[in-house]
């Protein structure tokens, strides 16, 4: 059984930075696809960011050249790096394990961008 728990939402003010954090436990194969996705309030869950076990990344022109993702193959972690933030990333963030046809997704953390 695989689980993933994200951290370090929050609330910050716009044009601020926040890193989320997701740690992946349980039987993992090494070749997998993690990555962020957000559900704003009202809106359908979308793609944010997504990071192969080789480090091939790919990103939502919503966020590209603000948010940067990245992860620890070592300790099963993924992280994203949010710059630049604007109110319309309020959202709350998943973080999401993908290996082969199997898809594992996190509870989710809360971000607000709001002054």
């Known amino acids: 059984q695989v689980q993933l728990v994200e951290s370090g939402g929050g609330l910050v003010q716009p044009g601020g930075s926040l890193r989320l954090s997701c740690a992946a436990s349980?039987?993992?194969?090494?070749?997998?696809?993690m990555g962020w996705y957000r559900q704003a309030p009202g809106k359908e869950r979308e793609l944010v960011a997504t990071?192969?076990?080789?480090?091939?990344?790919n990103y939502a022109d919503a966020v590209n050249r603000r948010f940067t993702i990245s992860r620890d193959n070592a300790e099963n972690t993924v992280y994203l790096q949010m710059n630049s933030l604007k109110p319309e990333d309020t959202a709350v963030y998943y973080c999401?394990?993908?290996?082969?046809?199997?898809?594992?997704w996190g509870k989710g953390t809360l971000v607000t961008v709001s002054s």
């Open positions: 999401n394990l993908k290996v082969v046809l199997l898809k594992y």
């Open positions: 990071i192969t076990s080789g480090g091939t990344t």
């Open positions: 349980g039987s993992i194969f090494s070749r997998n696809v």
